[in-house]
């Protein structure tokens, strides 16, 4: 049996010679996932030996990665906002591009309610981290997660129970808003959304890592990546207490067009907040 040491060694140079990108990282997730502890934590089993069992897991998950499968669903779970989430094909993979909105929108919003009850709404919730991440925050929140496909709702409930916040998370089945079931009395302090924006011809040129593997309805949005982004702006303000906030993620090139799609419609435009690279990639407005 091998040390896990010399497990380590091994790992980062196999990821390494298979040009994968920061193999050190994806070596000490892997190794944490195997040995059942945090990634910060596996210098404490250095000198034990790694059990024949661990090591074919090992084994399974390099196969995995080298079939170009994303680290995210090889681990089956992912960290996003300090907070752990289970994550499985066919559920889309929460980004860096998420969490730097979001970070702005969950400031606001515990300014506003820390103590008060608010009620929000996550728009294509996904696994549900925009909308769980916000109530675990905020705990005077209540959270509508809302989307299309069935291993996304399913996973947004895992997670609720996984976060222990189950029962201030309500999570329903429906395109957009259009089945939403308790649509005639709800309206909603803030809608917050990260809707499928990318254009179909760009879908082609993602990585294969994207194309094969996460589900194309999460990420694509008609011609113009657009589709869904109208059918947001023309909806959500009929969801919306007044003075309530729309938080919108969208391509950085698509910051006019939306400014433009919602100027005849209640909602009013306010701000954009910039991703870590520094592009537009969200838009506050605010409903009259
Ligand atoms: N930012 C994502 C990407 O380019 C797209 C996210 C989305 O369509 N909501 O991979």
């Given amino acids: 049996m091998a040390k896990v040491r010399d497990v380590w060694r091994d790992l980062v140079l196999t990821l390494r010679e298979h040009h994968l990108s920061g193999p050190t990282r994806e070596a000490r997730l892997m190794l944490a996932d195997v040995?059942?502890?945090?990634?910060?934590?596996?210098?404490?089993?250095?000198?034990?030996?790694?059990?024949?069992?661990?090591?074919?897991?090992?084994?399974?998950?390099?196969?995995?990665?080298?079939?170009?499968?994303?680290?995210?669903?090889?681990?089956?779970?992912?960290?996003?906002?300090?907070?752990?989430?289970?994550?499985r094909k066919g559920v889309f993979i929460p980004r860096l591009d998420t969490e730097s909105w979001l970070e702005e929108a969950i400031i606001t919003l515990r300014a506003r309610f820390n103590h008060d009850q608010g009620i929000i709404c996550d728009l294509g919730c996904g696994s549900g981290v925009i909308g769980l991440t916000t109530a675990y925050w905020i705990p005077g929140i209540q959270v509508y997660a809302i989307d299309i496909s069935r291993p996304a709702v399913d996973m947004t409930l895992h997670n609720a129970g996984k976060l222990g916040i189950d029962s201030r998370v309500i999570?329903?089945?429906?395109?957009?808003?259009?089945?939403?079931?308790?649509?005639?009395?709800?309206?909603f302090d803030a809608i917050l959304s990260n809707p499928p924006y990318v254009k179909e011809e760009e879908w082609f040129t993602l990585s294969p890592d994207i194309r094969l593997h996460e589900p194309k309805d999460a990420l694509v949005s008609g011609s113009d990546g657009l589709d869904l982004i109208r059918r947001i702006l023309n909806d959500s303000s009929s969801y919306l207490k007044k003075e309530g906030f729309l938080y919108l993620e969208h391509d950085p090139?698509?910051?006019?067009?939306?400014?433009?799609?919602?100027?005849?419609?209640?909602?009013?435009?306010?701000?954009?907040?910039?991703?870590?690279?520094?592009?537009?990639?969200?838009?506050?407005?605010?409903?009259?």
């Fill in 35 to 87: 040995l059942s502890t945090s990634p910060s934590h596996i210098y404490l089993f250095w000198d034990q030996d790694l059990a024949q069992e661990k090591m074919e897991k090992l084994y399974l998950m390099l196969e995995e990665r080298f079939n170009g499968v994303p680290l995210q669903y090889v681990l089956g779970e992912w960290e996003f906002f300090s907070l752990s989430f289970d994550i």
């Fill in 253 to 288: 090139s698509q910051v006019e067009a939306i400014a433009e799609i919602a100027s005849p419609t209640p909602l009013r435009w306010d701000h954009i907040i910039s991703d870590y690279q520094g592009q537009p990639r969200a838009t506050v407005f605010i409903r009259r």
């Fill in 171 to 187: 999570v329903e089945l429906s395109d957009l808003f259009q089945d939403f079931a308790s649509s005639s009395t709800i309206q």
